[in-house]
């Protein structure tokens, strides 16, 4: 079993052999807990341990430089990647149908949606024990010992969709997976990231700031984090910022855009906002402080305000799971997502007893989420009677 001498604090890529063929069992930490595991398609023999063990320092390394691919599909092996399948109408099973279906949706589909949410479906959908349209009885089964809940529930609600549409379109007859998503009930701790407030308290906030300024891989980061934890914003919406919508005469942050990751977790930079079109933030002293020392001598208008330390976009997961993971630890600070920077702003603004239709306008939410989301974490915010 292949290990590297210097472990590191995110884990490891270790080989593995199930029913005698390789994997690569990867670290929990990359996909937030979660166990992933990336077949090979080899059989366990002395040489393909080798190349086995070279793909798990190819996936280590870009680990550590931030490139890593959580699609997965650049460390696949090419015989394993998903192949363009031509069955006739008669003998159409679910991998060729929902391959149809993805065809469909791709010109109606952010490039987010399809790079993140259906990627992970045809994924899950290449590893089903059958494509046999009339075993979807077996299948619904298998999905469900397989997955959590939640995953389980929401992969055939696409199955569903993916054979109503094959449905209007003539490509089959009926379809054998209507209803069977209602059959599934959720635990009710599984939700969104804007629903997961775990917000951090001021002398959290503070400290990871101080980490990150003193870090000596990470600092480059600060202000970055800073902008985050002082505006509340979503992190797609501070990657998207350029300097001209920066407005320091009118003392505004001019929220036009936000930079979504689609097909191959590649940055696309997307008009307008998740809840609106746009939105203004105001400008405060300490903010201005903030965005005044990160500003270089030769920005330019069209310049991005945050940029990865090796160029580029930030990409958020990346991210989350390398620096800002790392500077937590080092702090001795729970680890949560930075989503949670967005939350603990409105948490703190609560605290301040500032008026929620102020917070929710800088924030783009509506005063009846934050009533409904935020209520449980003040004891002082009463919904009042209307």
Known sequence: MYTPKNRQSWGTVTVESFRERLRLR???QVFEGKQKYLALGLADTKINRKIAEAKAHEIESDIVLERFDYTLDKYRPTHLKPLTIKDSQSALNLGALWDKYMEFKKPIASPSTIGNQYAGFTRAIALLPSHNLKDSIMIRDWIVANKPPNAAKRLIVQLNACCKWGMKSGLITENPFLDMASEIKLPKNQRGEDNEISPFNREE?????EAFGKHPHYRYYTAYVQFCFFTGCRPSEAIGLQWKHIDF???VVKFRQAVVFGEGYQPTVKDGLKTQEKRDFPINNQLREILIAHKSEGAKPNDFVFSAKEGGFIRVNNFA???WRKVLESCGIEYRKPYQTRHSFITLCLDAHIEVKDIAKWVGN?????YRHYAAHLR???VPEL
């Open 366 to 370: 509506s005063p009846e989420i934050i």
């Open 205 to 209: 906030r503070d400290l990871i700031i």
């Open 26 to 28: 990867l670290p929990r």
């Open 380 to 382: 002082s915010l009463i």
């Open 321 to 323: 799971n390398v620096a």
């Open 249 to 251: 005469d009118n003392s």
